[in-house]
């Protein structure tokens, strides 16, 4: 693994490029905005919360003045919502360069999104599972395109139960939820690598991972914030192996890109790599079939 100090200055000028990032109204998200906006790429932050984005959008543009960042509505909690956000898009839009499959929410209570999705696993996983089907075909057009997805450390942990979901038999563990949430998302990107391989105009796909960073994401984990005092990063950093997965011209599609440092918990972002778990192709595909039948959306 190289140990190169890859930042923000390597990433070359991104004029003419579309990229959307889904959660990008703080965080990881917000950050990975700011920068590809600062070099000149067009962005949509796609987000729940339209009139937070409006002041993210204000926020960049005042920054740089001449930015391209429109906000359109997503919500992946609801399935209904990422159709019409895909439809809208193919509609204004005959590119898209790179999708940022960013949004992801924390170790929250137990709660069901409206097609009764786990909570955790439905936005972090089913809705862009969904998201990325709808827009495969615009990105299949686009010459260099590619996917990005965004894991965890906390994949590691994850031990997906295909019989139940969406914790409907078991008492609700919130941690576990979300490891699982985080090990579904490294299936889905390295099953999409495996199934787009031999396709000549497919879109690169690649994951990353942003380390421990100090983000909105730990809100309702209360150990987390505390430890952040002692072991994490500010968003600068911690948004770099995104940056890295989405742009570095030296990226293979299956590439997991994470900070360089103790345990993978901050440093320079560099190619990683994910545990044994993550690359049983089996437990991959199982999740594929299960989540085009739950979302609806077919590859």
Not at 155 to 161: E, F, L, S, V
Not at 166 to 188: C, M, P
Not at 290 to 296: A, C, I, M, R
């Amino acid at each position: 693994m190289s140990k190169s100090k890859w930042n923000s200055n390597n990433i070359s000028d991104q004029n003419g490029r579309v990229i959307i990032i889904t959660g990008s109204t703080s965080g990881i998200g917000k950050e990975a905005a700011r920068v590809l906006a600062g070099k000149n790429a067009t962005i949509i932050l796609a987000v729940r919360n339209i009139e937070k984005g409006g002041l993210v959008a204000e926020e960049i543009c005042g920054e740089f003045p001449s930015a391209d960042v429109t906000v359109q509505s997503l919500d992946l909690t609801d399935l209904k919502s990422v159709q019409d956000f895909a439809t809208s898009f193919i509609k204004k839009y005959d590119r898209l360069d790179v999708l940022i499959n960013n949004a992801g929410i924390m170790m929250c209570p137990y709660s069901k999104t409206k097609d009764g999705f786990e909570i955790q696993m439905g936005t972090n996983h089913m809705g862009h599972f969904a998201l990325t089907g709808q827009l495969l075909p615009l990105l299949k057009k686009t010459n260099g395109s590619r996917i990005v997805v965004l894991s965890s450390v906390g994949h590691r942990m994850g031990n997906i139960d295909f019989s139940d979901i969406n914790w409907e038999k078991r008492k609700y563990n919130t941690q576990n939820a979300y490891a699982d949430s985080k090990l579904a998302n490294l299936y889905f990107a390295y099953e999409l690598a495996d199934k787009l391989e031999n396709e000549e105009k497919a879109p690169m796909v690649t994951a990353a991972h942003p380390g421990w960073t100090r983000t909105e994401l730990q809100r309702h984990a209360g150990m987390a914030r505390f430890l952040n005092n002692f072991f994490s990063q500010g968003v600068e950093r911690g948004a770099l192996p995104t940056l890295r997965a989405a742009v570095d011209e030296n990226a293979k599609s299956g590439d997991y890109f994470g900070p360089s440092g103790f345990m993978e918990m901050q440093g320079s972002p560099v190619k990683v790599k994910s545990n044994k778990r993550s690359h049983d192709v089996n437990a991959a595909r199982e999740l594929w079939k299960l989540s085009e039948k739950l979302t609806g959306t077919k590859y």
